[in-house]
Every structure is written in structure tokens, then in C-alpha cells.
């Protein structure tokens, strides 16, 4: 097939599937409403987090999970207007809280984001992206030895991937990082990870190469397919309609309604994220940490460094909520007492979340569209893998991966 390639949603997964497609010599218009690199993926904590391969639905959450929503210092907050909207989903996303449902899940979740490092290289290497890629250990901070060992069944599924930390303790904790609190005293360091010194630049510089390549960017809201013969053959927008043979899907949650008109309702709901820039700070770390106790991932940035990983079920449509920055802050502030900075900014955004924390990577129906999103916490991590896997799939390549574990139609009535 010689035609045109749509690639809808100019985010990580986006940019990075356009790349690989130019590159195999395949005509490819982007569209995105905003412009590149903009949306869910400016918002994310940065890491290219290879070990995060567990989801959040582990054994037990059923159990935990009201303490959870009703303790103010737990990163989890609920809009209670909007909980009655998104029972149906809840209630098949805690279904996946079990021992076989984990370990699936998560050699699915390994598959897409476990070389995440050199599938990072392999897309920006030779390009002007590639100053925002730094390799480093990624760190995680817990108060003791023993509340590491809370956290034994996560860290063994860790360990069993391929994952295995290197404990630090005592003194040696701020040998290593000399930017904690005394609340930290055992750090598990995962070797051979890395991190976005600025995730959107990083997506726009990505962009910018995708043009030099020889594509084309389009800033536009797509709002309906066009089939002739069950084919995908065009794509309207709010700037009109484009033609086309092949289309990719990548706009996380935002691609609901347009699976829908494919037949498909996919149980997905926004994650809204939250994230703090402390610009120009001094006393944080030099590598990404994740405060187990706060569920939050500090990464040192080109702007400063980034506090992101708070929670929030509360849909689409509302703002930010003021809570869950002040407690970020309160975190923030308890483990990296000497962090200092010029000045803070705040953003909110939307990770997709689908039931089975999976993401929808493969033809839909035999239509020519081709689904690229619901990485949930992986975006980032997962995004140059998963699009150079679809471009593979669309230019008759098979890719070296059992792809059932993110088939698109697992969701079909």
C-alpha cells in the first residue's frame, strides 16, 4: 500500500509513529488540535521508568481502597459528583485486582516499555530531540528497610521481569543523593533507566524532525471517519477532510468516541494528573525518585525539578482541583527539605486509563484505523516502542511481539 497515512494527536505515541512511518517512506499527515507535544505528554513526571511494569489494580485494592479515597495524606482524590459516571468502569478495572490478572498484566505492560532506554535512542539518536535524553538510574525512596518489604509483591513481579534493585541504606542514602530527609533511610536503585529533561520540548523537537522528513503537521479537530466498503478512505475535520488509506488513533482519552463510531465503546476513563515545577531549584535530586510514602515522582528538568503523581477521578471537564497540589506540596517539602526554588508552576492533565491498564495497539475491525493509546502511566515510557510497532504492522512488517495482550477488539460487545 503506496497512500496516505493519518496520524491523529500529536503526542509521544503520535510523533513517534509518524517518525517510523516516514522513515519506512510512507506519506503521513499529523493532525492535533494543539501543537505538538502540548497535551498528556508535556504533563507527565519524565522517567523512562522500564521497571514499572506492575499496575495499579495489585491484590488487595478492593480491601485498601476506601482507606485509601478517605486518608487527606493518600494521593487519591474523588470528585463524589462525578463517582456515580464512573462506577461501570471501576467496577471492571478492581475485577483486575488479582494475583493472575497482575502477573498478565503486567508481562503485557513489560512488552511495551521494558527497552523503553533504547527504543528512546533509536527514535532520536541524529536528531535535535535527542539533547533531552539522559540515561540514569531511577530511584525509589522508602522510610526503611521494613517498608520496603511491604512492597515485596510488587518487587518481586519486578525482579521476575527482568528488574532487579540494588538497596541502599543508612548513611549511604545520602552518600548517594544528599538531598533527603532523615523520613528516608533505604533507597532501591534501578540501573539503566533514564529520563526527559523536558517532555514537551522533547515531543516538539520530535515534531520538528517528523517535518524535516519530509511529513506534514496539520492543526485540526478530527471529529468522524469516512468508510467506503468497511475501509477507512478519509478523515473529517473541523479544517475539512483529508484522504486517506490508513489512519492512527493516539489521542489517549480523547479517542473514545471516535473507537465508538468504529463500534467499539472502550471502558476507558481520564486519570487527571497533577504535576509541580519548582523552576530553577537547588537541594532536589540529580536522578528520578519515586517517594513510595507519596506516590510521587520527583525528576530533575532543563526548567527545574518536576513533582508529579497525584491522582484524581473527576472527568474531563472540571479544572484543577487545589487539594491534591497542596498535598504534592506538603510531600514534596517532607522528603527534600532543602529544595529551594525561583518560583512554582502548577498543571493538571489526563492520563487514559483503560479497565485492564492495557494499552490498544493494532488494527480495529479490518478497518485500515489502527489504535494507539491507553498507555495509562507508560506514555512516556511506551510511546517510540508502540510507534514503532504500529509501523510496522501498517507496512506489512510483523512485529517480534505476541500483540494479543493489546488487540483493540478485546473490548467488543
Known amino acids: 500500500m503506496s497512500g496516505r497515512i493519518v496520524v491523529i494527536g500529536a503526542g509521544i505515541v503520535g510523533v513517534s509513529t509518524a517518525i517510523w512511518l516516514r522513515r519506512a517512506g510512507r506519506e503521513v499527515v499529523l493532525v492535533d488540535r494543539g501543537e505538538p507535544g502540548k497535551g498528556t505528554s508535556f504533563g507527565n513526571a519524565g522517567v523512562l521508568a522500564s521497571c514499572a511494569i506492575v499496575p495499579v489494580t495489585t491484590p488487595g485494592l478492593i480491601a485498601k481502597g ?3 479515597v478517605m486518608d487527606p495524606n493518600f494521593p487519591l482524590f474523588l470528585r463524589w459528583s462525578y463517582v456515580p ?28 516499555i521494558g527497552d523503553s532506554v533504547d527504543q528512546h535512542m533509536a527514535l532520536s539518536r541524529g536528531t535535535q530531540a535527542e539533547e533531552w535524553v539522559v540515561e540514569s538510574d531511577y530511584t525509589f525512596a522508602y522510610a526503611d528497610r521494613a517498608a520496603f518489604e511491604k512492597d515485596s509483591y510488587v518487587w518481586t513481579l ?31 536503585v534501578m540501573k539503566n533507566h533514564g529520563f526527559i529533561r523536558d517532555p514537551g520540548g522533547y515531543v516538539a523537537a520530535l515534531a520538528e524532525e517528523f517535518k524535516a522528513l519530509g511529513g506534514t503537521f496539520r492543526k485540526a479537530d478530527v471529529k468522524d471517519f469516512t468508510l467506503t466498503g468497511g475501509k477507512v478512505s478519509a478523515v473529517q475535520t473541523t479544517e475539512g477532510e483529508i484522504a486517506c488509506d490508513q489512519v492512527v488513533l493516539t489521542t489517549g482519552v480523547w479517542s473514545k468516541p471516535l473507537m465508538k463510531k468504529l463500534g467499539i465503546t472502550v471502558p476507558i476513563e481520564t486519570e487527571r494528573g497533577y504535576h509541580i515545577v519548582f523552576e530553577n531549584a537547588t537541594g532536589g535530586p540529580m536522578v528520578p525518585v519515586m517517594v513510595a510514602s507519596g506516590k510521587f515522582v520527583a525528576t530533575p528538568m532543563a526548567q527545574g525539578v518536576r513533582c508529579a503523581g497525584v491522582v484524581e477521578f473527576g472527568g474531563l471537564e472540571a479544572g484543577p482541583s487545589k487539594a491534591p497540589f497542596e498535598l504534592l506540596r506538603r510531600q514534596v517539602a517532607e522528603t527534600f527539605p532543602r529544595l529551594k526554588a525561583t518560583d512554582e508552576i502548577e498543571w493538571q492533565g489526563h492520563r487514559p486509563a483503560p479497565t485492564d491498564s492495557l494499552p490498544l495497539i493494532g488494527e480495529v475491525r479490518g478497518t485500515g484505523v489502527f ?43
Not at 527482568?162 to 532501591?188: M, R, T
Open 158 to 188: 519486578r525482579r521476575e521481569g527482568g528488574f532487579v534493585p540494588e538497596l541502599i541504606e543508612g548513611a549511604a542514602v545520602h552518600e548517594y543523593q544528599d538531598c533527603f530527609s532523615d523520613k528516608v533511610g533505604c533507597l532501591a
Open 371 to 413: 489504535a494507539g493509546f491507553g498507555h495509562h502511566h507508560i506514555g512516556l515510557t511506551g510511546g517510540p516502542k508502540t510507534g514503532r510497532w504500529l509501523a510496522q504492522m501498517m507496512t506489512g512488517q510483523r512485529p517480534n511481539t505476541d500483540m494479543t495482550p493489546y488487540d483493540p477488539q478485546r473490548f467488543a460487545g
Open 85 to 112: 459516571r464512573m462506577i461501570p468502569w471501576l467496577v471492571k478495572y478492581l475485577r483486575h485486582a488479582n494475583d493472575r490478572d497482575t502477573r498478565r498484566i503486567a508481562e503485557g505492560i513489560n512488552g511495551v
Open 66 to 68: 476506601p482507606g485509601y
